[in-house]
């Protein structure tokens, strides 16, 4: 027997088990075969064959289909040529139907000779028309099916425990036996055991949005849709074991439809009389003497082996699509930056993809492409985002809309998602939900509960884990099931056939083509997958040099201007080197030069924090450690990085020194380590490097030590090529912000939201470093921030939350025309709305016409709701007091919030002894210290140890401040920062100076105001 | 038309679990199993599955017999005219 009807979890928010977890359970009771069908769906076939061919059984992909008139149908593919025709049907069904609700007609399928058609549950044409009790139609119905189908088409008996089952069944056999159509036995799977039914009901519930106590007819009556064992299924179709039999038929007709190993990578269209590898060989070279001047030597020596390894593996095509793309951005002025370990490549760099020279790095170019690994190369480019879409384009325009889909992601149920879906199915009160969800870290699903207690933000939860426990239980058993399908940020396959072969195409949300299967998922099946990824940075830069043009060209990399800035850590705005450890780092490390900078990129990051390595890297770096190694081989790989591992590059360098593995296997054992799962297979890679070592002479408690080094960094670190590129673009921002910050600080308004820190923060800063801002102002303001001729920046109309594009031209065009007269001119010749006008009066944009907001507010309401509902303003009414036009400004703005509330209650702080930021900064070392401000971005990184300790910023109207609390004040105090935190936030805690960098070590966290409670 | 009964029954079932006799005001021999099926109960208050039973009785009556599969107590639920 072969379960042919299958439903996993991708049948999303219905079927409760993986592909993985089917494959899994059929091997293990011994079905030779196992089907899947979800519906209108393949995106679990990759997995369904990959966990199938390590469990060593046949794949069946296969996919429930709905038919035009709204029946289910279930469809098997007998191979590869019946898969692509499941694919062409529905990519037919997907877009050509209301977007959620593909519907295929059967025309589709007639011409579709490698599908095996079963006549589907009781949504079925025939089931259903026999339920409705018209015998006429259900023989129309699988008679139309069987002359579809010929000889591939089967009646499904169900015996699913269902009320009127054994009269179906006997209504659907009768017709079977009269229209001489074979019936086959089928269990419809939609959960593992019978015992996972509750999980399959309640994401029931979640799909159709009600809670577990109210009846649904799609809601499942039982549990018996579960994957039978053979001797379940021989029982429960004892009396009739030929339905069995026909199982093994079926199966015996089907082939596995995906053979892992193909490719189908895009031909790059050249004329006949050149080849990929020639044309890539000439812009190569070419590049080469653009770029080095020379094409011999070392240069000659390393693009001959790249061309070569490219050559051999076969993606000559790969690497001219992708020239292509960058010189379509380039022709099109399209900032972009190549990312990733592409920088690893020379080629790369000859064709301009990438900014980072890797032969003067001494960038190991197997990081990136390798003869053993023979994996696909991953080519990553930023692009400004507002023209990403633009480049996108180009390649559906050059390729075909039939070669070219977006990637999907499987968006996986986390804590949050979990409680959120499942709490309201189980019926937990609304409120009780969003306050356990806000309270929650991001977590897998099934760590709620053991972790629960190492949370305390979790532990002062009004709602303890016994009153959630069937809640955490269910968050558990759904962690890791696909949730919904979204799309891929950046990623785009082309591919040399049409892809309706091999990958259906739906629209995403957005209405883009995409293939319904994620990232690891497409390069299975076999295609190239392209990263085009949108970066706001791109835009704020090519904004800034429109104000400071003789920047453009200028080498930043070089600048010291720029070093020293960062070196001060005044990085705050700044591509990569803003965050508060950046900040902190920086402040500690006194970069002085461009290398410090990629270092300073690499170290954070959780490979270097968790194996404990910026404390060893900075005292060395300083002076005051002694860079030892291991082993004398370690000193040329280690030497640039204080003998510290910051860079995957340098993993593999050392498997291969140390190791003696070849550099394809190197960064295979990296792709392992990062990959590991468990404490015995992580043993298990180091057994063979301590052995490979040993073997070639190192000591073997050297060898493991120096695994021990490798193991601490695993490589959830950057590659150096990576940091490189990432430096050029972060001290591209460092020299706007030391040599033109107005420039930059404008740019990057204007390109909200981006980077780490909100508008108000940004212009905080900026206020700061002396640039000087001007009013929004409907006479001056432009749609983007501004720097006028005097310096100051011009508020942009960009800043005004509820005014889109839209709103905006409309104000420009107008203005255009002649100035604003007053509201109702402004109103009459921009059509803008009352709710535009009014926040246009609050964010100040009006006070030309009238300084009196609260007139003008009154003349908004009368403009467009009628005179009669608002009489007219009476002429001396006041205007709001002053607090109040500043919280209205900042409602609409998102500008001054924080810190005027700061302002508010600094009278009341100052008799508590409690200091500005301002004065906290230039405290001496150590000194005790009271301060407070409105708590900023709490977080907790991760630490080797494991300990916990949070980091956070307060911010009052003086600037900011970082601090930090170990362990014990999170324990005790740590629902002060993650869990109900008030609106002012005191510290009690102790100066540290580090370098040039400030931080307050945390003692006790109070709040220092009493707080307003709505009751 | 059917009416609600709801209540407990003593039942003598066959070794496959299907009912052959049950007493509610008077006593009534099953005479045929008209349809069988399972219900989940209410998984969410800790309730296990139930097997219902659709009879038709030697007296001519029709009725719904449930077997709680986790307490093995039987409830007679509907009555049909």
């Known amino acids: 027997m072969v379960h042919l009807h299958v439903h996993s979890a991708f049948s999303l928010l219905d079927g409760a088990a993986s592909p993985e977890a089917l494959v899994r359970r059929a091997a293990e009771l011994g079905f030779p075969a196992l089907a899947l069908t979800d519906h209108s769906s393949v995106s679990g076939v990759v997995a369904l064959h990959r966990a199938a061919l390590q469990a060593g059984i046949r794949p069946i992909a296969g996919a429930e289909v709905e038919l035009l008139d709204g029946s289910h149908l279930t469809l098997l593919a007998m191979g590869p040529d019946g898969y692509a025709g499941l694919c062409r049907a529905l990519t037919a069904a997907h877009l050509g139907s209301t977007r959620g609700r593909p519907r295929m007609p059967l025309s589709a399928l007639r011409r579709e000779e490698g599908l ?57 056999s ?55 064992s053979p001797q379940e299924a021989a029982e429960r179709y004892r009396d009739r074991p030929e339905l069995l039999g026909a199982t093994d038929e079926i199966a015996a007709r089907c082939a596995p439809a ?172 609304e409120a009780e939900v969003k306050e356990v969800q806000r309270r929650l870290p991001w977590l897998p699903a099934d760590a709620i509960a053991e972790r629960w207690d190492l949370f305390p933000e979790l532990q002062a939860s009004p709602i303890g884990p016994q009153r959630l426990g069937l809640l955490l239980r269910a968050c558990a058993a759904v962690a890791g099931l696909p949730r919904h399908l979204g799309t891929h940020l950046g990623g785009l396959v082309v591919s040399r056939g049409a892809l309706s072969d091999i990958a259906p195409r739906q629209r995403s949300a957005k209405g883009v083509a995409i293939v319904p299967f994620d990232k690891v ?13 949108s970066l706001r940075t791109l835009a704020a830069l090519d904004e800034a040099y429109k104000t400071a043009p003789e920047l453009r060209d200028a080498r930043a990399a070089e600048d010291p201007l720029a070093i020293e800035l960062v070196a001060r850590g005044e990085t705050l705005g700044l591509f990569q080197l803003e965050s508060p450890a950046q900040r902190a780092l920086q402040g500690r490390m006194g970069a002085r030069g461009f290398e410090d900078i990629v270092h300073a990129i690499a170290i954070i990051r959780p490979g ?90 190192t000591d073997e408690a050297v060898a493991q030590e120096i695994f021990r080094m490798l193991e601490g960094y695993a490589s959830y670190g950057f590659p150096e090529a990576h940091a490189a590129a990432f430096a050029h673009t972060a001290l591209r921002t460092a020299q706007l912000s030391a040599r033109r910050p107005e420039a930059l600080f404008a740019a990057l308004l204007s390109q909200q939201p981006m980077g780490y820190y909100p508008p108000h923060i940004l212009v905080a800063e900026a206020m700061r470093r002396g640039v000087r801002f001007a009013p929004l102002d409907i006479a001056r303001s432009e749609s983007l921030y501004r720097v006028e001729a005097d310096g100051r920046v011009r508020v942009g109309l960009c800043a005004v939350r509820s005014l889109g594009p839209q709103g905006e031209q409309a104000i420009l065009a107008a203005r255009g025309e002649g100035p604003f007269r007053s509201l109702a001119d402004l109103a009459g010749r921009t059509g803008l709305s009352t709710d535009e006008l009014q926040a246009l009066v609050d964010a100040g944009a009006l006070d030309r016409l009238d300084r009196n907001r609260r007139r003008l507010l009154w003349q908004a309401g009368r403009l467009t709701h009628g005179r009669g509902l608002f009489p007219e303003a009476p002429p001396d009414i006041p205007d709001f007091p002053a607090w109040q036009r500043f919280w209205r400004q900042e409602a609409v703005l998102g500008l001054r919030g924080p810190a005027h509330l ?29 301060v407070a401000g409105v708590l900023f971005r709490p977080h907790r990184p991760p630490t080797r140890s494991g300990r916990v300790v949070a980091f956070f910023m307060l911010e009052d109207e003086t600037g900011l401040l970082d601090l930090v609390a170990f362990e014990e004040v999170y324990r005790l105090q740590g629902d002060l920062l993650f869990g109900d935190h008030p609106p002012v936030l005191g510290v009690h805690g102790r100066v540290e100076r580090q370098g040039r960098g400030v931080t307050v070590q945390a003692r006790e966290l109070f709040e220092p105001l009493p707080r307003l409670r709505v009751q | 038309m059917s009416r609600l009964v709801n209540r407990p029954v003593k039942v003598a079932a066959r070794q496959d679990g299907a009912p052959i006799l049950f007493r509610y005001r008077d006593q009534h021999r099953v005479s045929r199993i008209l349809e069988v099926w399972r219900e989940a109960g209410e998984w969410w208050e800790g309730k296990g599955d139930r097997q219902v039973y659709r009879v038709e009785t030697e007296g001519g009556g029709v009725f719904e017999l449930l077997f709680d599969l986790t307490s093995r107590n039987w409830t007679l639920t509907r009555s049909y005219d």
């Not at chain 1, 509750?198 to 799909?207: A, E, I, M, N």
């Not at chain 1, 700061?902 to 009271?930: C, D, F, N, T, Y």
């Open chain 1, 902 to 930: 700061m302002l508010q209650v600094r009278a009341q702080l100052q008799g508590k002894g409690i200091r500005p930021v301002a004065q906290v900064r230039r405290l001496r070392h150590r000194a005790e210290v009271s």
């Open chain 1, 608 to 697: 270097p924090i968790k194996g404990n390595m910026v404390g060893p890297y900075l005292r060395r770096r300083a002076g005051k450690e002694e860079v030892s190694y291991l082993d004398p081989r370690l000193r040329p790989i280690l030497e640039k990085t204080y003998g510290v591992v910051l860079f995957q590059e340098q993993v593999i360098e050392i498997a291969t020194e140390i190791g003696g593995f070849s550099p394809g296997e190197a960064d295979q054992l990296r792709r392992v380590m990062t990959h590991a799962r468990s404490a015995r297979e992580m043993a298990s890679i180091g057994e063979r490097f301590v052995a490979q070592a040993t073997a070639g002479g």
């Open chain 1, 521 to 533: 998922d497409v390069e299975d099946l076999g295609f190239l997958k392209f990263d085009l990824l």
């Open chain 1, 174 to 228: 009768q017709l079977a036996r009269h229209l001489s159509i074979p019936e086959v036995a089928s269990c419809d799977v939609h959960h593992l055991e019978r015992e996972d039914f509750w999980v399959h009901d309640l994401l029931t519930c979640v799909r159709l949005g009600i809670t577990v106590d109210e009846l649904h007819p799609e809601r499942p009556l039982n549990g018996e849709r579960y994957l039978l």
């Open chain 1, 258 to 429: 995906l053979s892992f190993g193909v490719r189908l990578y895009p031909s790059f269209p050249l004329p006949p009389t050149k080849t990929p590898e020639g044309e890539l060989r000439r812009l190569t070279y070419e590049g080469a003497q653009r770029r080095y001047g020379r094409t011999d030597g070392e240069v000659g020596r390393r693009l001959e082996h790249e061309l070569r390894t490219i050559e051999d593996l076969g993606f000559a095509d790969y690497f001219l699509l992708v020239w292509d793309v960058v010189h379509f951005a380039q022709r099109e002025g399209i900032r972009f930056a190549g990312r990733g370990s592409a920088a690893d490549s020379a080629v790369a760099y000859c064709l301009e993809i990438t900014e980072v020279d890797p032969i003067a790095r001494r960038l190991l170019f197997e990081r990136f492409l390798s003869r053993e690994r023979a994996e696909r190369p991953d080519i990553d480019l930023d692009f400004d985002h507002r023209a990403r879409d633009r480049v996108a384009d180009y390649l559906f325009r050059t390729y075909g809309e039939e070669h070219v889909a977006g990637v999907a992601t499987y968006q996986t149920f986390q804590a949050r998602s979990a409680v959120r879906d499942l709490g309201k199915a189980l019926g937990f009160p």
């Open chain 1, 116 to 172: 095996i058609a079963l006549s589907g549950c009781r949504k079925g044409a025939a089931a259903r028309a026999l339920l409705d009790r018209s015998g006429e139609r259900a023989e129309e119905a699988l008679r139309t099916l069987r002359d579809a189908f010929p000889n591939r088409f089967y009646v499904e008996v169900q015996r699913g425990g269902l009320p009127g089952d054994a009269a179906l069944e006997a209504g659907l």
